[in-house]
T-cell receptor
Framework: DTAVSQTPKYLVTQMGNDKSIKCEQN?????MYWYKQDSKKFLKIMFS???????INETVPNRFSPKSPDKAHLNLHINSLELGDSAVYFC???????????FGNGTRLTVT | GESVGLHLPTLSVQEGDNSIINCAYS??????FIWYKQESGKGPQFIID?????DKRQGQRVTVLLNKTVKHLSLQIAATQPGDSAVYFC???????????????FGQGTILTVHP
């Protein structure tokens, strides 16, 4: 059983399009996250939700909008995609503060 | 500002050697530290964590050392195997409430290559 699963694994799209990435966790965790990993492997937090409530919103353009329909799901919608959005996006979940994050296997987004 | 950094971007070792990966952090309020392993095409995988009230913690073939005086963290891997080849990240958390709740700040990453 995959603990944190995200779809799709690969996403290739053109500039200006709108796309979504879905994430689901079956660990019973209360907190979920989106991280972005750039071409230099640097991982940076974008958002976190705790029990469906937005907790962390780092300096991310308004074109990125997370949605948490329930605490097992955290989706990421991106409007008006730009070349600079190309990266690997990771979903993660945790029990809460000071506990390990469990990551999905990532969605590689390529904007052409 | 807050930052977590690694001294060495790459580390090459022979199979069977012990590996040491280092990490420096600057946020003195950090109280939770964690190491991840990331293999190609996969997400970061939890290895071991440590809280600031400890200075050493051991797992299976791995040991994490924390030196709060100099804000330094290290991961030691005993009897390194080819399957240990991956990118290793340290991460820290400096708060458990408000807008920092659960947030992990990651370091740059070290590429570990194990030669048979």
């Amino acid at each position: 059983d995959t603990a944190v699963s995200q779809t799709p694994k690969y996403l290739v799209t053109q500039m200006g399009n709108d796309k979504s990435i879905k994430c689901e966790q079956n660990l019973g965790h209360d907190t979920m996250y989106w991280y972005k990993q750039d071409s230099k492997k640097f991982l940076k937090i974008m958002f976190s939700y705790n029990n469906k409530e937005l907790i962390i919103n780092e300096t991310v353009p308004n074109r990125f909008s997370p949605k948490s329909p329930d605490k097992a799901h955290l989706n990421l919608h991106i409007n008006s995609l730009e070349l600079g959005d190309s990266a690997v996006y990771f979903c993660a979940s945790s029990l809460g503060a000071r506990t390990p994050l469990h990551f999905g296997n990532g969605t590689r987004l390529t904007v052409t | 500002g807050e930052s977590v950094g690694l001294h060495l971007p790459t580390l090459s070792v022979q199979e069977g050697d012990n590996s040491i990966i280092n990490c420096a952090y600057s946020n003195s309020a950090s109280d939770y530290f964690i190491w991840y392993k990331q293999e190609s095409g996969k997400g970061p995988q939890f290895i071991i964590d440590i809280r600031s009230n400890m200075d050493k913690r051991q797992g299976q073939r791995v040991t994490v050392l924390l030196n709060k005086t100099v804000k330094h963290l290290s991961l030691q891997i005993a009897a390194t195997q080819p399957g240990d080849s991956a990118v290793y990240f340290c991460a820290e958390s400096g708060g458990g409430s408000g807008t920092s709740y659960g947030k992990l700040t990651f370091g740059q990453g070290t590429i570990l290559t194990v030669h048979p």
